[in-house]
């Protein structure tokens, strides 16, 4: 079977079910996003290493963001049904794994940081941003279709959890952060004596 087919050479592709949209469609740039967040965190684990103790929680985000992307390029009215898995675990599966990673670091995160540090906390900060840009794009695709409550919490709590990787990765490293300001609520705390902890 040859990888191309030619049909997209006006601009549009195929979605779930059969239906065409033009490439920027919103379906297609929301799907998109989450490709080329996919791409990113491969590149992660291929710096990382095959040994890594993060590699098999990886390879399940690799895996469940290509279940999502096949449900979020399945219109609501398309009669086919998607027998691919739906992670109903992920919101829950990136608490656990945060608060792992926080109890092990030697540091609260109480500041808004630079991204940077070395080459994986940096990665990691790539995959955050273009997983809020997904998000950006999922919340235009919910104006026009429905999608799966999964989803939504799934991908929002996965930037959370790329956040949480970068300091891990800089607190292990022993790299010091580049700190930017104290998270609004924190100021708030600081400056206001009725406030308590």
């Known amino acids: ?27 297609v740039e929301c799907v998109g996003t989450l490709d080329e967040v996919n791409s990113t965190i491969g590149m992660l684990r291929v710096k990382l290493g095959t040994t890594h103790e993060w590699q098999p929680n990886l390879h399940k985000i690799q895996k469940d963001l290509m279940d999502m992307m096949s449900h979020l390029a399945r219109p609501s009215d398309t009669t086919k049904i998607n027998t ?21 670091m030697t540091h609260p995160s109480d500041y808004f940081i630079l991204p940077g540090g070395n ?14 840009r997904g998000e950006r794009r999922l ?32 607190d292990k490293a022993g790299v010091a952060e580049e700190k930017w300001q104290l998270f609004l609520y924190k100021r708030f705390k600081k400056t206001d004596p009725e406030v308590k902890s």
């Not at 040859?2 to 469609?25: H, Q």
């Not at 940096?122 to 997983?131: D, E, I, K, P, S």
């Not at 695709?141 to 790329?162: C, E, G, M």
Request: aromatic share 8%; glycine share 6%; net charge negative.
């Open 119 to 132: 080459e994986i906390s940096a990665l990691c900060h790539m995959v955050r941003t273009q997983m809020r």
């Open 84 to 104: 691919n898995p739906m992670p109903v675990d992920g919101p829950e599966f990136c608490e656990a794994w945060i608060d792992e990673l926080e109890n092990a």
């Open 139 to 170: 919340v235009s695709l919910l104006k026009t279709d429905q999608v799966d409550d999964t989803i939504p919490a799934y991908i929002n709590r996965l930037s959370d959890l790329f956040f949480t990787l970068s300091r891990a990765e800089m």
């Open 1 to 27: 079977m040859k990888i191309y087919t030619k049909k997209g050479d006006k601009g549009t592709t195929g979605l779930f079910g059969g239906k065409r949209v033009d490439k920027d469609d919103i379906r």
